[in-house]
């Protein structure tokens, strides 16, 4: 079999990509060993957030666990809808889906089972897998898993709301988890190695973050390190003064991360080269082997949905020698947990890192008219600016945090500056009228 450009891959880089490159005239063949759809769609992005939903109408619910059980349902019909829709999407004219694991044979060539398929390019956008650290309890040390240790994937998979959680982990996936499990009852317990939760968000909106769950009810372990899981327990010890403690769960989730999904792709063969975090490559996303490019989370760049969706388009335009105006550099990104956070560009503690001078401006949600009327008067916005006045980040905690950053990122493509912000008109009443509050003398 022939195409113009083969991808390894229907996450939300892989079938983005393939239907952006059959508009543009390709003939492209996409390879899923698995489901349409990928991580996202199966267990990660979609089957959270829809648990999110519905967790933040738990607390109106008499009997929570049976809440829980219709949202399970519910999640799941949300995923099959929309993976019928990926298939639908991979059925067009132009690209040819193929079940199968997908190998590299050489720079133009990709085993499925039996049959070759030949492409001028490839494109490996495989993503990633949950990582498990070389602790004794997690069989990743060469002894037994405790039965009661799932990852993210397995543990949206079960119907039944455990009496009680403890999370591994303090950064993206632990804290949704972490949120969400807690609104339908749950008794939540994080460890976590960091001084702080969210080690890539801005430390004060962290911080804050961290404290609004602790009043909800979960329970923070900060600065300890897990020793071993033995059963339902958790054993850890206190990096500041040595202390060892533990915590009792029915179940244990690890969130410590994800890892390249790399193994199996018969990389050395074609050439491509491979890093500590993943396959490497140029800002076109091209590998050391021409004609191979590695887009998403398989390349440890930005291990975001929509970052892979841009790498994908980034490719193919350079495939067809086609410029384009895509930021890289500008990534948004959420945590949907209750508040949400959300953040683009630098931080303070970057630019402090970076040794250049920024300016920041704070504006909080309680000054703001519609977060009173909603009763959402928790939150904080931040705007970074460089010595030019120019915005070089934004920073936000509290509700809808994603769509007040989506704003600024825009706005950052333009390069645009505090005073300009400051000069654009906003409907009232509105929580981005807090950006404004942030951008004002």
């Known amino acids: 079999m022939n195409a113009d450009l083969i991808i390894i891959g229907s996450g939300p880089g892989g079938y983005e990509t393939a239907a952006y490159a059959a508009r543009n005239g390709l003939q492209v063949t ?36 049976q809440w829980f059980a219709e949202a399970i349902g519910r999640k799941n019909a949300i995923v099959e809808q929309l993976r019928q ?37 490839i494109i490996i956008a495989t993503g990633s897998a949950a990582k498990m650290p070389p602790i004794p309890g997690l069989g990743t040390d060469g002894g037994e898993r405790s039965p009661f240790v799932v990852t993210s994937e397995e543990l949206l998979d079960r119907p039944k ?17 972490a949120s969400v499990y807690s609104a339908f009852g749950c008794k939540v317990t994080v460890v976590e190695y960091l001084k702080e939760c969210l080690p890539t968000l801005d430390a004060e909106l962290a911080r804050r973050l ?27 010890s206190n990096l500041k003064n040595g202390k060892e403690g533990s915590t009792e769960a029915d179940i244990i989730l690890v969130a410590t991360g994800r890892q390249p999904r790399v193994d199996g792709l018969n990389l050395e063969q074609a050439g491509v080269e491979t890093s500590r975090t ?31 969706t841009f790498q994908g388009y980034r490719a193919v335009n350079h495939i067809l020698g086609k410029p384009d105006g895509i930021r890289l550099d500008i990534m948004p990104s959420a945590i949907f947990t209750h508040p949400e956070a959300a953040s683009v560009g630098l931080t303070e503690d970057d630019c402090k890192s970076a040794g250049c001078e920024c300016i920041t401006r704070k504006a909080v949600y309680r000054a703001n008219g519609r977060a009173n009327a909603i009763g959402q008067t928790e939150g904080l916005v931040k705007i970074v600016i460089d010595a030019n006045d120019k915005i070089i980040g934004c920073h936000a905690l509290g509700a809808d945090a994603s769509a ?35 951008a004002r003398d």
């Open 30 to 65: 996409i390879i899923e060993e698995c489901l349409a759809g990928g991580t996202c769609l199966n267990c990660g992005c979609i089957p959270t957030k829809a648990l999110v939903h519905d967790a933040g109408q738990a607390a109106t619910k008499s009997d929570r666990a």
């Open 404 to 438: 007040l950053v989506q704003e600024i990122s825009a706005l950052m493509t333009t390069g645009i500056t505090r005073r300009q912000l400051a000069d654009i008109v906003h409907i009232h009443p509105t929580l981005s009228e807090i950006l404004l509050d942030a």
């Open 161 to 177: 709301l455990p009496q009680s959680l403890c999370i591994i982990g303090a950064g993206v996936i632990g804290m949704e988890m």
């Open 278 to 308: 993943g396959i490497v490559t140029d800002e076109n996303m091209q590998t050391t082997t021409p004609h191979i490019y590695a887009i998403g989370d398989v390349n440890g760049r930005q291990m975001l949905a929509h970052a892979a």
């Open 85 to 121: 829709g990926v298939e639908q999407l991979l059925a067009r004219p132009g690209i040819t889906f193929l079940k199968g694991h997908g190998i590299l044979k050489d720079c133009h060539t990709v085993v499925v089972g039996q049959e070759e398929i030949t492409a001028r390019d």
């Open 210 to 236: 961290r404290k609004q769950m602790e009043r909800q009810g979960i329970e923070f372990h900060l600065g300890c390190a897990v020793e071993r899981v033995d059963g339902k327990n958790v054993i850890f």
